[in-house]
């Protein structure tokens, strides 16, 4: 493990266990829900940034582990089992649409588009999906509405044992920092190098006897899961899914912070995540300029002027100011 | 029997409408390969520039036929200076900015006229078939849909400026060496493209409204109906609009227009995973 990583994990676990002793509870809440989001721009970081994935369907598996987690625990009246299906259902969901895509072998380009319809079908359907016929079990989906009141998380094995604020808050920072460190190690892993060549060269990757399909699944899938765990952590957040999870501006977040933070990094999502929502925040609470216009604007300004990403760009500076240094001649 | 004509007639509007939204896109994206993601926000400009003309006492055929493809067009061919032209060549790189550039046009939009549904009453009354009665304004679509295929198909084959136009996107280089201008070309190939989805979003107004976020319920279509049709873009675009027409009003009519949307989408994907280059990439090639 580098040093980076270290350090950002240790930054981490301090925030974590510090944060509940200087905060109150109204900013601890705004923390977990940022936590939850930096996993769900991770997801996206890992298929993107690393597996060369452009995929506009994460919402859609966003709002799936939302969903199956709501219907799972409005059924069960309990969050354990909630948790690991509204994990497995989206990934399975994302390896039978990998599937199609790389056994299919389209391009990036059609991909994107893929995923992208995926989504905005999720969104309709999931909106129509008002009145008492669509129910699962004892749970109704109420369409645009969305389900409110869910149970939220409780002790694994004792239903009646809730955690409270301060406890979520660990729980998310934890599983923040098990999906950041998990991911540094399986792509310090063979399969984690491979993935990666696969983003290189795909033909080269081939010709050495890779199978590019499967590869590209796998990392798929993984993505869909962490971003259904991203989905179960809001959805517990709120004690509410609703059909915006699968939105195109749900997406269009998503896609933000992995631009502004940093493609090919993993602390670079976190940071976007954290500056854009951030950001988000402080523009919800003005009435001054619309939300799309500003977040269209920063889209746009770093496509065309820092295409990297802040955390890249930074390590780009940082490489041109060492070699300044060196080069200049010892006093 | 009726029933059969009236049934016929809905999948011919869903037919004539995914023409409608994807001409404009099967120029852009699938001859220019500029991947437009905005495309759904030209069609709502076109829309709110139709609704806005004919409230200000403009004649609304004009307004629809005249001034949403002239003030879309305009508006693609400065998105083409300002942007796209930078990143011609970087797919992916394009997709974004234009993303974004969509994201900037519903804000925009949303800011001026407010997030609420703008609409104006569709002309021409309706005739009755038996039973049923049938709007004529969604004959006249069947019209407008038809006739674009047509004026693309022949613009392309027997002018000038369509050799131009295909010669340029096939060898830029060569047509720069043979005397023609690859910037120009490209500026004018991306503002007819706009033009045209700013029609067919100002003949779509009156019977599906625009509001601000209105693109995105046609962006995906129209992206899937271009992608499967493959190379040839106007004989791709349309077989892929006559299959996916058929496909999603048949479900709708046997379920609802939610399912009937969500058939056309696995439709699209069972097609991408037999025919990889579309329909065109198959049967009809080398047609244009």
Redesign the interface.
């Known amino acids: 493990m580098s040093p980076g990583i270290v350090v950002t994990a240790i930054l981490m676990i301090g925030v974590a266990v510090g944060t509940p002793l200087v905060v109150d509870q109204f900013e601890l809440l705004q923390l977990t829900v940022f936590a939850s989001m930096c996993i769900l721009a991770l997801s996206l970081g890992v298929v993107w940034g690393y597996g060369g994935i452009l995929c506009f369907g994460q919402s859609a598996f966003f709002g799936l582990g939302g969903y199956t987690y709501a219907v799972t625990a409005v059924n069960r009246g309990e969050s354990t089992l909630a948790i690991g299906l509204g994990i497995v259902v989206p990934a399975l969901f994302a390896a039978l649409l990998g599937y199609f895509m790389f056994y299919g072998r389209l391009s990036d380009v059609y991909l994107g588009v893929i995923t992208l319809s995926v989504t905005l079908i999720f969104f309709n359907l999931v909106n129509s999906t008002a009145g008492d016929a669509y129910r699962i079990g004892s749970a109704r989906l109420n369409g645009f509405n969305g389900m409110p009141s869910l149970p939220t998380f409780n002790v694994p094995g004792d239903p009646g044992r809730l955690l409270d604020p301060t406890e979520t808050f660990y729980l998310v920072m934890a599983l923040l920092l098990i999906v950041y460190g998990g991911l540094h190690l399986l792509l310090a892993s063979h399969f984690g190098r491979v993935v990666v060549a696969v983003r290189e060269n795909e033909t080269r990757c081939e010709l050495l006897g890779y199978d590019v399909r499967q590869v590209k699944l796998s990392i798929f899938t993984i993505g869909g899961g962490i971003a259904g765990l991203a989905g179960c952590l809001f959805a517990n957040w709120g004690a509410f899914v609703s059909p915006t999870m699968f939105s195109l501006s749900m997406t269009s977040q998503i896609i933000i912070w992995v631009i502004v933070g940093g493609l090919g990094t993993l602390v670079g999502p976190i940071i976007g995540c954290l500056i854009m929502q951030y950001l988000a925040t402080a523009l919800g609470t003005q009435q001054l300029a619309n939300t799309n216009l500003i977040f269209g604007v920063i889209f746009l300004a770093f496509v065309l002027l820092v295409p990297r990403g802040i955390v890249p760009s930074l390590g780009v500076l940082r490489a041109r100011w060492l070699r300044a240094r060196s080069s200049r001649p010892a006093a | 029997m009726d029933l059969v004509a009236v049934l016929g007639l809905e999948i011919l509007n869903g037919i004539a409408s995914l023409v409608l939204i994807s001409v404009g896109l099967a120029i852009i994206f699938g001859m220019m390969r500029v991947?437009n993601l905005a495309h759904g926000e030209f069609l709502m400009l076109g829309g709110y520039a139709a609704i806005i003309a004919t409230s200000h006492g403009v004649n609304i055929w004009i307004s629809m036929l005249v001034v949403a493809p002239i003030v879309v067009g305009l508006i693609g061919i400065v998105a083409e200076r300002l942007?796209i032209r930078?990143?011609y060549g970087r797919?992916?790189?394009t997709?974004?900015?234009t993303?974004?550039?969509?994201?900037?046009?519903?804000?925009?939009v949303?800011?001026i006229f407010g997030n609420s549904v703008a609409g104006i009453g569709a002309p021409l009354g309706s005739v009755a078939v038996g039973r049923y009665s049938i709007s004529l304004y969604r004959l006249f679509l069947v019209g407008v849909a038809a006739a674009m295929v047509v004026a693309i198909y022949a613009v392309l084959r027997g002018t000038r400026a369509g050799l131009l136009a295909r010669a340029t996107m096939e060898n830029p280089n060569m047509a720069a060496a043979l005397g023609v201008s690859p910037p120009r070309v490209y500026a004018t190939t991306f503002g007819v493209g706009a033009a045209l989805t700013g029609l067919a979003g100002g003949v779509l107004a009156p019977i599906s409204g625009v509001l601000p976020?209105v693109g995105?319920?046609y962006?995906?279509?129209a992206?899937?109906t271009v992608?499967s049709g493959g190379t040839a873009i106007v004989a791709g675009t349309a077989t892929a609009a006559g299959l996916f027409g058929t496909v999603s009003q048949l479900v709708t009519y046997l379920t609802?227009p939610?399912?009937g949307?969500?058939g056309l989408?696995v439709a699209?994907?069972?097609l991408?995973?037999v025919l990889?280059h579309g329909i065109t990439g198959r049967i009809f090639r080398g047609s244009l």
Do not use: H, N, Q, Y
């Not at chain 2, 993303?99 to 925009?108: C, Q, R, T």
């Open positions: 991947i942007i930078v990143l797919m992916i790189d997709l974004l900015a993303w974004g550039l969509s994201l900037f046009f519903i804000g925009l949303t800011t976020t995105a319920a962006v995906a279509k992206f899937i992608i609802t939610v399912i949307e969500a989408l699209a994907i069972l991408l995973r990889p």
